[in-house]
Structure formats: structure tokens, C-alpha cells
């Protein structure tokens, strides 16, 4: 499989302040099919548009890519009320990736009302194409609706034994239904019914407020040192 590295330049982290960060963008000359993809995930990589990444930082190493092993998932006390508060209410609909006027809303809804988004300006639909449609593997869009009102979206890549979440944003309105718990809960859930092996929840980081919450879905695998290291539960 050949890349061509586009960009790999050293800049300020947006995880840890303070920190620098280096995060090689590689772009596959080919389609990547999904053995390959599974390959490149179990190596640790992401994908962000058509490109594949994952942190190369000079001087840190606090950037885990993080997986759970769907047939031995199981959900805590907390995730199992999360999903029946939500019982019966949420329709989820799986399709191609697209934008609307109203996945743009709620996207920017999502990054500014969580904190989420350093940008003075709002995302433009050309920004949300390349970022969560245009890619080079097999990607889906998990719509998740009530009463057919668009609540949240998730954007999925898929493998041959893995899925990959992309990103989940919903809106801040609903936040009471702690939909980025009932989402993954789910997604892990249609893994099972398609007999995958893999789900994977991107990268976690312990310090980070917005990535360490991924460590609470048991049992989980990080990629510590370049290997894949198991967690079974939480430390006493």
C-alpha cells in the first residue's frame, strides 16, 4: 500500500496546552479495501477526509488509539440506564454520508455550545465534505432521529472485522440523553449483529476531558507503545 505524505509539520496541541504536536497526514494512492483498512486501523491509524493519520509528536507519547472487542463488550450500570431512558424513542437510520442545512446546524452547534471548536468563524459545508464525506474506505452515516427530528449523527468507517468511529455530534439541546453514550452503545451493538470484531473510538488521552471518557467501555485494548495492551476494568 503506497501514501503520499501531504502534510507533517509540528504544531500546538489541541489536546494538551501546552504541548507540541505532530500528526503526518498521508494520503493512499488507491481506494484502501477493507482488509487493508483493518490493517491500517490495528496499526493505530485515523482517517480525516480522503488522508490517514495518527500522532508522531516529538516529545509525547500520551496519545492512545483505543478499541473494544465487541463480543466481550458489556455495558456498565451507568450505560444501561443511559439506554432505557432512551427506550422506544430514538430511531436510528443507516445511509450514505451527506450534508444538509441541518447536519450543518448541528454540527456547529455541537463544536461551539461544547466547547469544542477554536474557529471565530463556522464551519462551511466545503469544510464538513472534506472532513466527513470525501474518504478512501467504506464509510456510513448512523442518523439518529426522534419523533423523525435529526437529534444526532455519527460517521462510521468500516473494515472487513472493524468499524472505526469517525466522529458523533448531536444536539446540545438533548444533552440529557447522553447521546454520545447511547450512540456507542449502539454502534457496538450493529457491530455484533454484522459479526464484526473491532470497534474502534479513535484516540484516547488521560488528561483530556473531551477523549478519556472512551476508557469507560469495558473491556477496551489501547495501543500503548506500539502494542495493543488490554484493560478489563476499571482501577480500584
Given at each position: 500500500?503506497?501514501?503520499?505524505?501531504v502534510?507533517?509539520?509540528t504544531?500546538a496541541c489541541?489536546?494538551?496546552p501546552?504541548?507540541s504536536?505532530?500528526l503526518?497526514l498521508r494520503?493512499?494512492?488507491?481506494?484502501?479495501?477493507?482488509?487493508q483498512f483493518?490493517?491500517?486501523?490495528a496499526e493505530?491509524?485515523?482517517?480525516?477526509g480522503?488522508?490517514?493519520?495518527?500522532?508522531?509528536c516529538p516529545a509525547c507519547?500520551?496519545?492512545?488509539?483505543?478499541r473494544?472487542?465487541v463480543?466481550r463488550?458489556?455495558?456498565t450500570?451507568?450505560?444501561?440506564?443511559?439506554?432505557r431512558r432512551n427506550e422506544?424513542q430514538?430511531?436510528?437510520?443507516?445511509v450514505?454520508?451527506t450534508?444538509t442545512?441541518?447536519h450543518l446546524e448541528?454540527?456547529?452547534?455541537h463544536s461551539?455550545?461544547?466547547?469544542l471548536s477554536?474557529?471565530?468563524?463556522l464551519?462551511?459545508?466545503?469544510d464538513?465534505?472534506?472532513?466527513?464525506i470525501?474518504?478512501?474506505?467504506?464509510?456510513w452515516e448512523?442518523?439518529?432521529?426522534v419523533?423523525?427530528?435529526?437529534v444526532?449523527?455519527?460517521?462510521?468507517?468500516?473494515?472487513r472485522?472493524?468499524v472505526s468511529?469517525?466522529y458523533h455530534?448531536?444536539d446540545p439541546?438533548?444533552?440529557?440523553?447522553?447521546?454520545?453514550?447511547?450512540s456507542v452503545?449502539?454502534?457496538?451493538?450493529?457491530?455484533a449483529?454484522?459479526?464484526?470484531?473491532?470497534?474502534?473510538?479513535g484516540l484516547?488521552v488521560?488528561?483530556?476531558a473531551?477523549?478519556?471518557?472512551?476508557?469507560?467501555?469495558?473491556p477496551?485494548q489501547?495501543?500503548?507503545g506500539g502494542l495493543w495492551?488490554?484493560?478489563?476494568s476499571a482501577?480500584?
Amino acid at each position: 500500500m503506497r501514501f503520499l505524505v501531504v502534510a507533517n509539520e509540528t504544531e500546538a496541541c489541541p489536546y494538551l496546552p501546552g504541548q507540541s504536536m505532530r500528526l503526518p497526514l498521508r494520503m493512499p494512492l488507491t481506494r484502501l479495501t477493507p482488509d487493508q483498512f483493518d490493517h491500517q486501523l490495528a496499526e493505530g491509524d485515523r482517517r480525516t477526509g480522503p488522508l490517514l493519520y495518527k500522532p508522531a509528536c516529538p516529545a509525547c507519547t500520551a496519545c492512545e488509539a483505543i478499541r473494544v472487542p465487541v463480543a466481550r463488550f458489556a455495558p456498565t450500570r451507568s450505560q444501561r440506564r443511559v439506554m432505557r431512558r432512551n427506550e422506544g424513542q430514538i430511531e436510528v437510520v443507516r445511509v450514505r454520508p451527506t450534508v444538509t442545512a441541518q447536519h450543518l446546524e448541528l454540527y456547529n452547534r455541537h463544536s461551539r455550545e461544547r466547547g469544542l471548536s477554536l474557529r471565530a468563524d463556522l464551519a462551511t459545508e466545503r469544510d464538513y465534505r472534506f472532513f466527513l464525506i470525501e474518504t478512501c474506505v467504506d464509510t456510513w452515516e448512523l442518523q439518529y432521529r426522534v419523533a423523525g427530528r435529526l437529534v444526532a449523527v455519527s460517521i462510521l468507517d468500516f473494515g472487513r472485522t472493524a468499524v472505526s468511529s469517525v466522529y458523533h455530534y448531536f444536539d446540545p439541546d438533548e444533552a440529557w440523553r447522553s447521546l454520545g453514550v447511547f450512540s456507542v452503545v449502539r454502534e457496538l451493538e450493529l457491530c455484533a449483529s454484522l459479526g464484526l470484531e473491532w470497534y474502534y473510538l479513535g484516540l484516547y488521552v488521560d488528561a483530556c476531558a473531551h477523549l478519556n471518557y472512551k476508557a469507560t467501555y469495558w473491556p477496551h485494548q489501547r495501543r500503548v507503545g506500539g502494542l495493543w495492551q488490554e484493560f478489563r476494568s476499571a482501577p480500584p
